[in-house]
């Protein structure tokens, strides 16, 4: 890969600075981010917060605080909350420029992190596995947008948009996370996560808006392989306020659970 979402810029007293490339750009509007590279990063910096071997993330919330602007500088800077043998807690914070010109929080995410022993003789992980990616097929979503986060994927769906039931898909990552380094597997879920709004919804969005708030994932398996399948489905309340929920896998089975709060507006 040499596309990008990100290109690492140096470290500072703020935190590891960053510039953002066009496939960060959001489907709702170019002048803003969409929320997966944004939730990638900050699990980059969750994983690098103090690392040990001996352990890995098992939760994490992820809390948009409001637009992350497409252009200039980003920081991200992270630390650990909680330290503990077996449970630690992690934090990272993204922080762009605001309106008077000064640096100001506009992500954060949270991350348990537990030590790791072999269970392998209890394995158990009942939600019925996606058909394979061979029976997936493109929609050729990129046509309908200029240059922005839908084209840094392969993305084949298993069931029609807006169709009844889940929605399910298979999505690849086609770019890097930051220039000049390999995903790892939870950076490559979380480059794609978000999606399951998208996925589950069955509003038309040239009449809807269906903003998620947040994005919370429990990893029960480290995914392998570069694809991530999505089942999905989203709730809506009668007062303008959803719920996406959602199960995550790789090629051999669910790895995870995801749920995202959403905010429904007409257009």
Request: charged share 25%; glycine share 8%.
């Amino acid at each position: 890969m040499s596309d990008s979402y990100y290109e690492l810029i140096d470290d500072n007293p703020l935190g590891q600075r960053f510039a953002a490339t066009d496939f960060v750009r959001s489907t709702w509007s170019a002048a803003i981010q969409h929320a997966a590279p944004v939730s990638a990063l900050l699990v980059r910096g969750l994983q690098r917060c103090e690392p040990r071997p001996d352990t890995r993330l098992s939760r994490v919330l992820i809390d948009l605080l409001g637009p992350v602007p497409a252009e200039g500088d980003l920081w991200v800077r992270t630390q650990r909350e909680r330290s503990g043998r077996q449970i630690e807690l992690v934090s990272a914070e993204m922080l762009a420029l605001g309106p008077d010109g000064e640096p100001r929080p506009v992500a954060r995410a949270s991350g348990w992190r537990l030590q790791t022993l072999d269970t392998t003789a209890v394995v158990h992980a009942p939600a019925p596995p996606l058909r394979p990616v061979s029976d997936a097929v493109s929609r050729d979503m990129k046509k309908d947008w200029d240059r922005n986060y839908v084209h840094s994927l392969d993305w084949r769906w298993l069931t029609t948009p807006m169709g009844e039931g889940p929605g399910e898909s298979w999505i690849k990552p086609v770019v890097d996370l930051v220039k000049g380094e390999s995903m790892t597997p939870l950076e490559r879920l979380f480059a794609v996560a978000d999606d399951a709004n998208g996925i589950g919804t069955k509003l038309d969005i040239r009449r809807w808006t269906f903003l998620n708030t947040d994005l919370v994932v429990h990893v029960h398996r480290v995914p392998g392989g570069e694809w991530i399948g999505i089942r999905a489905e989203t709730n809506y309340g009668p007062d303008g306020i959803g719920t996406t929920i959602g199960t995550l896998f790789d090629e051999q089975g669910p790895v995870g659970a995801i749920q995202q709060s959403v905010l429904v507006r007409p257009r």
